[in-house]
């Protein structure tokens, strides 16, 4: 009863914002969780890992597939000493979208989906980590996805719709953090198409603009917005795409960030990392390339992970997910009691990539057969050859290449956040995961809770189940303040 009650009054109390500060939010929050005391803050360095859209599905499928396949070490965030789980609905639904869960992780307050930085009656909050820079903190903010993103921008801005990517561009400018990276700003043409004045407010706030790595050596002083060298990029690309070895990941941004910060403010300091392509590759249902972004992110972990090992005293590491997207389960009935993720390896590009082929295959002049759509089945996927694809299968296939290809586009296509995908391009995805012996639920987001990981200096104030607006209370309690 106990429970249910404390329980009860997480979901119910939105904290009243209208003082808008963390520290309103901070005290509401914290007495919703009384049984978890508040320890002496020591953590100089806070490391604050966000998978988007990881839910525990994505987890165990990487750990299953380092253990199984690559006889490879389990992913580091699932050896970390502490473990919570963590309630991710938002003020308007039981799925949150990741600016609702974004400002949830960031500031301690529940909101609205679509609604970043502010309270569910628009009464700006802020973030943990606007609260540790007037701390003395250095700040860091990775993403490889868009740095207007919900994720990251959830530490900097506050809009009722997170779509405003000028806004959102405006206040990073004017967050003063000392480092923040992604693929590019969205803002920097306005809805006219013109050219915005974004690039010269982040000059004159004082940061140096880099593309990739390069750059970085000449950056001697400042603040730096660390982008992908590519100016176009929606994002830094899947890891399971990547062909390029220089190409800038995640890894080389959060290097970055940190040499960033031991360099501007070594006494203390906050990173956020956010994997952000998880989510999107749990959006398209692509086992796969789901498993390697985790894998991916788990790699960037591992810097982080290093420094604590240097500083075990001083350094907490939490990492968690904004929500769960996919719906994504292990075992299907096509497996029964089993899974096969060694096939994966033969899948050598993501649904998105190969989406954007079919896609232009389909607007050639050329006219494609079921044979030459097969043989590329064979090249990208491995199906007819490492995955023996049964007669049912192969008459789905041809059903839905006959819609996308013959009757052109005849049938329902699959539209999900981020894409639209033909009959053929599902079909496909669908009998690969049927193979992998991973199925999902939806193209959007869950309710379900996700895992939280902890280690470090307070790690132990994780541990439980409880709801994600205490997560960055919990990591103010152990800063050192
Ligand atoms: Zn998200």
Request: aromatic share 10%; net charge negative.
């Amino acid at each position: 009863m106990l429970i249910r009650n404390k329980f009860k009054s997480v979901r119910y109390s939105i904290p009243d914002m209208r003082k808008s500060s963390f520290l309103k939010s901070s005290v509401v929050a914290a007495a919703m969780c009384s049984a978890v005391a508040a320890m002496a803050g020591d953590a100089k360095y806070i490391f604050y890992f966000i998978g988007d859209g990881m839910g525990a599905g994505h987890a165990m499928a990487t750990e299953s597939y380092m253990r199984d396949i690559r006889k490879a070490d389990m992913p580091l965030m699932l050896t970390f000493p502490v473990t919570g789980l963590v309630s991710t609905y938002s003020a308007s639904s039981p799925v949150t979208d990741s600016a609702a869960a974004g400002t949830a992780l960031s500031t301690g307050s529940k909101t609205r989906n679509s609604m970043l930085g502010m309270a569910a009656d628009t009464t700006e909050v802020y973030s943990i980590a606007r609260a540790l820079k007037q701390d003395g903190y250095g700040i860091g903010i990775v993403t490889n996805v868009a740095p207007d993103d919900a994720t990251p921008g959830a530490f900097y801005a506050h809009v009722p719709e997170r779509h405003m990517y000028y806004e959102i561009g405006c206040q990073a400018a004017a967050s003063g953090y000392e480092f923040i990276a992604g693929s590019n700003w969205r803002g920097l043409r306005g809805k006219d198409g013109k050219p915005t004045d974004l690039p010269e407010r982040f000059a004159s706030a004082g940061y140096v603009t880099v593309r990739g790595t390069a750059g970085l050596d000449t950056v001697t002083s400042g603040k730096i917005v660390m982008l992908c060298t590519d100016s176009i990029a929606s994002d830094l690309g899947y890891t399971i795409d990547r062909k390029d070895p220089q190409a800038t990941t995640l890894v080389d941004m959060t290097r970055a960030c940190l040499a960033q910060m031991q360099r501007v403010s070594p006494d203390k300091f906050f990173m956020m990392v956010e994997g952000g392509n998880i989510d999107w590759a749990g959006h398209a249902n692509d086992a796969a390339t789901i498993i390697k972004e985790v894998a991916h992110f788990n790699d960037a972990l591992a810097l982080a992970y290093e420094f604590y090992e240097k500083h075990p005293d001083e350094t907490l590491i939490v990492v968690t997910a904004d929500h769960e997207t996919g719906g994504m389960g292990l075992g299907t009935t096509f497996t029964g009691y089993n899974m096969r993720l060694d096939l994966i390896d033969h899948q050598k590009k993501s649904k998105d990539i190969f989406n954007q082929e079919i896609e232009a295959m389909i607007k050639s002049r050329r006219i494609y057969t079921f044979d030459d759509i097969k043989e590329k089945l064979t090249e990208d996927f491995g199906m007819y050859t490492a995955i023996p694809v049964n007669e049912e299968q192969d008459g789905k296939l041809r059903e839905a290449f006959n819609q996308t290809f013959v009757d052109r586009n005849s049938g329902k296509r699959t539209v999900t956040y981020y894409k639209s995908y033909s009959p053929f391009v599902m079909e496909t995805f669908r009998i690969l995961g049927d193979h992998y012996g991973i199925g999902f639920t939806t193209g959007e987001h869950t309710g379900c809770f996700v895992p939280l990981y902890a280690v470090g200096v307070g790690a132990q104030s994780f541990t439980g189940f409880y709801d994600n607006t205490q997560v960055p209370v919990k990591i103010l309690n152990q800063a050192e303040r």
